[in-house]
């Protein structure tokens, strides 16, 4: 009885903190962008215009949820709703302490993988049902991308997965304890790094919805509360990479015990997340053609490389 | 054929021309002014200098003016060579030197030659820091706005305006940095053509008085290709609107037609179309809360007893689909029976007779004239202009002789002087053209017909009699037969079928002896040829079945019958009716009498077919979409019978209507239907630099309404579309990169003065066979003669048109209501020293004032038809006269 | 790719930079005289109306948001019936300024135009006419032009001769 109540405190827990941090980082974004460009950024609502996260949550509340007469109409109602169910279902696999994971699957990693696959259905129907050309070229434009660097995203994850040799996300963060898996797999981690960016199609790689050439693409109809979805997706996708990162890579909740292990978890999330910002205040979106050749072309080798030599090693030493 | 070389290219081009033709006809842009298409090369302006080469070998060359250098096998010039360039540069610096600092408040600006030149020639900075000349404009009257500052002394305005349309009253005047031109002393211009000195002038010393009134830039100018509906010549204009008003009427070439020019009653004579008494509503006489509109279809639905009243002035299309929700049996031509029947004569003789009838260009080719009873200078304008060209073609002749240049202007007008070929009149009265012509001949009908029977035997081989008319007969006869291709131009002007006929009898004589020979007549309106070809019953039927059948109900189409009719006979008619529908553009004495008022557009809002003199059937479009309820009349017959909510397409009905007239079967291929397109886009009717559009309506409402569609033609109403050069049936503006002004005409046509690319527009529906036939013996009444004085009517090209009248400028212009009499009538009748006179009409007594005009014969009066006083009046009658 | 790193840096160093942005509207920014802020219709010396309704400006105007009709009073004077800016369309940028032979229509240091009704940010002819010369003193158009139009004798404008006699035989 009380395993269950704990077990749905949890998920609760999760359900409201991801979607909390998600919401906050309207402001965290819009802030570190204005400082790391030399501006206020907002500073009207509230001390430090921290309310700023309200305001906007009111006002996209209280927009007008319009649906243009020429889309078609159940598409586009479903698609927004499918990237927060894909990604707030990927939360469940996540651990943030030890014990405080909703789903502590042994195959946490596929689940988190075919998840974020799934990710990408919510760009083309939008695209698709938007029936709109912008629409439709941001959406064939996220489909490729989408599918392209989920190839190299899951095998650059199996580097890990050899090395810990199980999908289950605890174990692998437990693996971690003598050196993070930054240092033997660094190349696995820049590769999932950019594949996370591209998976989650933020600046630089916004290619979907490239405002210079294509008005918003994929949600150039959207407005109100669906477009706040895809817009709270996004930073839902964010946090969940950051966390991905962090659990993969830098050892998950691990770190000196001075601080509680979720402290650990968050404060690594956060930097992550603000190195999702740093990138969009810092580069220039490439073209769509090279993120293709660059991902096909580079990353792609240097997965299977990475698979392989990790691959040789472990079996050598075993 | 010449090979040519310009810039070590070689070129074959035709022969008889001069290189700056050559190089224009081939698309290159090189400078000029003085040249025009119309009236070749003086070399005066030096502005399209080039260098000559002797030979590959020789490398300086020399500077020679390109339009007056012939084009001849091996001639080898340069554009490119800087010298040339320079020296055109240096040119239009030193001839605009004194050219003030005007284009913003310059009309031409933006369609300027001079601008278009500057730029061209790359001189772009003004060196000359001294003063400039400047002098005294003239007040030119309403049509023609002066500036002489502007002028760069090409002087294209006189020869076209003394040399080519033989205007009197205007000239070059005093010497050296002085040179001006203008008249004597201010005053109005009186020739017919004024106005083409707008667009004569390269710059902006003459310009649109009327267009100044509410000027507009032409790059602001919604413009659709349109026919002038002023009278039956059909010349081909571009008809330009902004803010929902009509703006101006340019012409708009066509090779075929009336090529560079127009009268001054078709440029000025547009304004009644912005008129105040413009019907704009659809309107019901007692007045409830119904839609009136939903009335009228119940009204026609409920299938009474219809008859429906066409004009002459409503296009093909509107005519047949009156026909069409009347039937048959109950369509009449709202103009008087004589004048229908009239139209019909010029119709018919014109298909059966088996002589030609030259297009407006083609008259320009004839080496003898003979006018027959028919006052063109008033009646069709643009046909005398043409035969003041056909009148020098004989003389030129001898200047070819001397082997002078066929675009060798200065040195053919050197030989010819004022010497003009075999030009005969015959006349009731002297005419314009009588200044040029050989010997001309003054009669009452009677008199004219025998000279007409007179010459008919002269020509076929027996000498007449020793008299007067005789010797006229034959004097004609003889130069007629002299020449090689003999043209006969007659009219409805005298409104004498007998006078028809004996004009077809000449010009059928003159074929079967073998010559080329063409006959020309001038009808009343622009689609007198259209109606009769759509055919109708006559107006007196149609007052006897409202007598007859009292619940009538009339739908009256584009006729002021109070025009028509008189206002009498006009009244009574519409009490006789039991409803009364009218389709009408403008308020009139007869609107208050209707019970339901459709507003029609005029040529401006509507679209349709017309069928000028010659038989060309023509297409114009509607140049923009009104703001109120004004629209198409067949669309609102359309509409009437129809259940949508809109009328169906123009090509619809256009299709239907061949169905039902196979001689119309050509006109499908008359211009691109609705569904055509360039690419994949339209034609807009707006220039790519029109401004604007989100500012215009602002002040109604911030939010821009969407534009019109126009699902009638292959014209948009917007500036979206296609903006290289449009198909030559639908061109909506001339413009060319480099060239804003008029002269962009050039890139349009196969070679400039000709044709343009893919044909001159218009189909012409009726071609001469070899065949001579038809009878010509008169099968109607003759007028009973009940009266000494016969009554013809005088027509004045100012004032003898409807509509026309109407427009401000031209109101301005139209000359008293006199009744014209020679002195030694008025001495016979003992009235003498009279100052007005009284004449009976239909048991009438109507008073005129007397004008005094000695070339009348005794027993004529001449009355202005059309006029106020003079609507209604059948011309001709007999009379007797009084003072008083 | 290095490159991008550095660039990473460089932005992330920002960070401990001064803040350059103004805390408008406490504290307003010096705009100088040629910024392109409203537009206006400035008058000539005389006091007269610069415009002379040449339709330049509204033939410049990238977005089409200047209409305007010519008219002329009894001497024969040009200026414009109407003119109308319709500035929820206008996008500042100064071509008609540019395109102005007169120096009528001038762009002025003042952006704070914003309305709650679209409406209102159509300006007619009262709206933008001053009273003064705006940035260009002492200019008069009619002066240097050819055309009198009763702001001067035939001939009587700067750099202009008196009208020639056509009559005089003098060479």
């Known amino acids: 009885m009380n395993e269950i109540l704990v077990q749905i405190l949890i998920i609760v827990g999760v359900l409201l903190g991801t979607v909390t941090i998600a919401a906050g980082l309207i402001y965290v974004e819009r802030k570190m962008l204005a400082v790391w460009q030399q501006r206020s950024g907002p500073n009207r609502v509230g001390p430090f215009g921290i309310f700023q996260v309200l305001a906007d949550m009111v006002k996209i509340f209280f927009k007008e949820d319009w649906i243009p007469p020429f889309v078609d109409k159940k598409v586009f109602i479903i698609a927004p709703t499918i990237i927060m169910l894909s990604i707030l279902m990927s939360f469940s696999i996540v651990p943030f302490a030890p014990g405080i994971v909703i789903a502590d699957l042994n195959i946490g990693l596929l689940f988190f993988l075919a998840m974020s696959s799934l990710g990408a259905y919510t760009i083309v129907l939008a695209g698709w049902a938007s029936n709109n050309k912008y629409s439709l070229l941001g959406g064939m434009r996220g489909a490729a991308q989408m599918i392209s660097y989920e190839v190299f995203m899951g095998l650059s994850l199996m580097g890990v997965v050899i090395q810990v040799g199980s999908f289950n996300m605890t174990d692998i963060v437990n693996a971690q304890k003598g050196l993070w898996f930054v240092v033997p797999q660094f190349v696995g981690f820049i590769i999932f790094l950019i594949a996370g960016v591209a998976e989650t199609h933020r600046l630089p790689f916004d290619l979907p919805e490239a405002e210079s050439e294509l008005i918003a693409g994929f949600h150039s109809e959207y407005s109100g509360m669906k477009f706040g979805m895809f817009f709270v997706g996004e930073y839902l996708g964010i946090t969940l990479v950051s966390c991905m990162i962090t659990i993969l890579f830098f050892g998950g909740w691990l770190g000196p015990s001075f601080l509680p292990p979720i402290v650990w978890f968050l404060i690594k999330m956060f930097a992550f997340i603000l190195f999702f910002v740093l990138l969009r205040a810092a580069l220039a979106r490439p073209r769509y053609d090279q993120l293709m050749s660059f991902g096909w072309k580079l990353l792609l080798p240097l997965a299977l490389l990475n698979v392989l030599i990790t691959g040789a090693v472990v079996l050598s030493n075993a | 054929m010449a090979k040519v070389i310009i810039d070590n290219v070689e070129y074959e081009v035709p022969d008889g021309k001069n290189m700056l033709e050559v190089c224009l006809s081939l698309g290159m842009d090189l400078t000029y002014f003085c040249w025009h298409p119309a009236m070749h090369s003086v070399g005066a302006c030096r502005q399209c200098a080039v260098i000559q080469y002797r030979d590959e070998n020789d490398t300086r060359g020399k500077i020679v003016m390109s339009c007056m250098v012939d084009a001849v096998n091996g001639t080898r010039i340069s554009l490119q060579d800087q010298k040339g360039k320079d020296f055109r540069a240096g040119n239009i610096e030193s001839l605009m030197l004194n050219h003030p600092h005007d284009c913003p408040v310059c009309d031409e600006g933006g369609e300027c030659h001079l601008q278009d030149m500057t730029v061209m020639s790359g001189h772009n900075y003004r060196r000359y820091r001294f003063n400039k000349r400047t002098h005294v404009n003239q007040d030119l009257g309403p049509f023609v706005y002066h500036e ?200 018919n003789l014109l298909r059966t007779v088996g002589v030609k009838t030259p297009s407006l260009s083609e008259i320009e080719t004839y080496d003898a004239v003979l006018v027959l009873g028919e006052d063109v200078t008033n009646t069709a304008p643009m046909i005398a202009l043409a035969l003041r060209q056909a009148a020098k073609n004989q003389p030129r002749e001898e200047a070819y002789k001397l082997k002078i240049q066929k675009w060798n202007d200065a040195a053919i007008r050197e030989v010819v002087q004022d010497r003009t070929g075999p030009f005969y009149t015959a006349t009731p009265c002297s005419t314009k053209l009588d200044e040029i012509a050989t010997q001309k001949f003054t009669g009452d009908t009677n008199h004219l017909l025998a000279l007409s029977d007179k010459i008919i035997a002269a020509i076929a081989g027996s000498q007449g009699g020793n008299d007067n008319t005789d010797a006229y007969a034959n004097d004609v006869a003889k ?82 019958l109070a025009y028509r009719f008189g206002k009498k006979n006009a009244e009574s008619f519409l009490k006789n009716c039991k409803q009364v529908v009218m389709i009408d553009s403008l308020e009139n004495e007869t609107t208050a009498f209707a019970d339901f008022i459709l507003p029609a557009g005029t040529f401006a809002e509507s679209t349709g077919t017309v069928i000028n003199n010659e038989g060309r059937a023509q297409r114009f479009y509607e140049v923009f979409v009104p703001k109120n309820e004004i629209r198409s009349s067949w669309a609102w017959i359309d509409q009437l019978t129809h259940s949508k909510e809109s009328a169906r397409h123009f090509d619809t009905i256009v299709e239907e209507m061949i169905a039902h007239y196979p001689i119309l079967e050509k006109i499908r291929d008359l211009a691109p239907d609705a569904n055509s397109r360039i690419g994949t886009q339209k034609i807009p009717r707006e220039t790519h630099r029109y401004s604007g559009r989100t500012a215009m309506n602002a002040n109604i409402s911030v939010h821009e309404p969407k534009p019109p569609l126009d699902e009638d033609s292959p014209l948009t109403y917007t500036m979206e579309g296609y903006h290289g050069k449009a198909p030559s049936k639908a061109i909506p503006y001339f413009w060319s990169p480099g060239w804003n002004s008029l002269q962009s005409i050039n890139k349009y046509q196969i070679e400039v003065g000709g044709p343009l690319h893919g044909g001159n527009p218009g189909i012409r529906l009726i071609e001469a066979g070899d065949n001579t036939g038809g009878d010509l013996k008169n099968t109607g009444s003759n007028k009973t003669n009940n009266g000494t004085f016969e009554v013809l009517p005088s027509h004045h090209i100012f004032g003898g048109d409807e509509l026309s009248a109407k427009s401000a400028p031209l109101a301005t212009r139209i000359p008293d209501t006199t009744v014209s009499i020679s002195s030694s009538a008025l001495q016979r009748s003992g009235i003498e020293g009279a100052e007005s006179l009284s004449i009976n009409y239909d048991g009438e007594a109507h008073s005129f004032k007397i004008k005094i005009d000695n070339s009348l014969p005794d027993n004529v009066l001449m009355l202005p038809k059309g006029f106020n006083e003079t609507k209604g009046l059948l011309f001709p009658f007999f009379t007797e006269i009084s003072k008083g | 790719m290095l490159s991008n790193v550095r660039t990473l840096w460089m932005v992330f160093l920002k960070m401990f930079k001064k803040k350059v942005t103004i805390q408008y509207p406490e504290k307003k920014a010096y705009l100088p005289p040629r910024w392109r802020g409203r537009i206006i219709l400035s008058r000539d010396p005389d006091h007269n109306e610069r415009c002379v309704a040449c339709y330049l400006c509204a033939a410049a105007c990238p977005v089409d948001c200047i209409s305007l009709q010519a008219t002329e009073d009894e001497n024969g004077r040009r200026y414009p019936e ?60 009619y002066q240097q032009a050819g055309v009198a139009v009763g702001v001067k004798p035939k001939g009587g404008g700067e750099k202009e001769d008196p009208p020639v006699d056509v009559r005089t035989l003098l060479p």
């Open chain 2, 148 to 347: 002489m500052n502007r002028c760069i002394q090409c002087y294209r305005c006189v020869r076209f305006y003394n040399d080519y349309a033989g205007g009197k009253d205007f000239g070059v005047f005093a010497s050296s940095g002085r040179v001006y031109f203008g008249r004597s002393e201010s005053g109005t211009l009186e020739n017919e053509f004024s106005g083409n000195l707008v667009e004569i002038c390269p710059t902006g010393v003459f310009t649109d008085k009327t267009l100044r009134k509410h000027y507009t830039r032409k790059w602001d100018l919604t413009s659709a290709p349109s026919i002038c509906h002023q009278c039956s010549v059909g010349c081909n204009t571009l008809a330009s609107e902004r803010y929902g008003g009509l703006r101006r009427i340019l012409s708009r070439y066509n090779g075929d037609v009336n090529g560079y020019f127009l009268c001054d009653r078709g440029r000025f004579g547009y304004e009644y179309v912005n008129d105040d008494k413009r019907l704009t509503k659809v309107a019901q006489k007692a007045t409830s809360d119904t839609d009136a509109f939903a009335s009228v279809k119940n009204l026609v639905g409920s299938k009474p007893r219809m008859i429906g009243i066409g004009s002459p002035r409503a296009s093909l299309e509107s005519n047949f689909m009156l026909k069409q929700l009347v039937g048959e049996e109950n369509f009449y031509q709202g103009i008087p029976q004589h004048e229908a029947q009239l139209a019909e004569t010029a119709f």
């Open chain 2, 479 to 560: 130069a007629l037969l002299s020449c090689k291709k003999p043209l006969v131009v007659s009219g409805t002007g005298m409104m004498s079928k007998e006078i028809l006929l004996a004009a077809a009898g000449i010009a059928r004589a003159l074929k079967v002896s073998g010559k080329e020979a063409g006959l020309t007549f001038a009808v009343p309106e622009v689609n007198s040829m259209g109606l009769a070809l759509i055919g109708g019953k006559y107006w007196d039927e149609a007052v006897a079945r409202v007598q007859s059948e009292k619940d009538t109900i009339a739908i009256v189409m584009e006729t002021n």
């Open chain 3, 82 to 141: 109407f003119f109308r800016i319709n500035f929820s369309r206008c996008i500042f940028c100064g071509l008609c300024e540019d395109a102005c032979p007169t120096y009528a229509i001038q762009l002025t240091p003042d952006f704070e135009m914003g309305e709650y009704n679209r409406q209102n940010l159509v300006y007619e002819k009262e709206d933008l006419l001053i009273d003064g010369m705006g940035k260009y003193h002492g200019y008069s158009f």
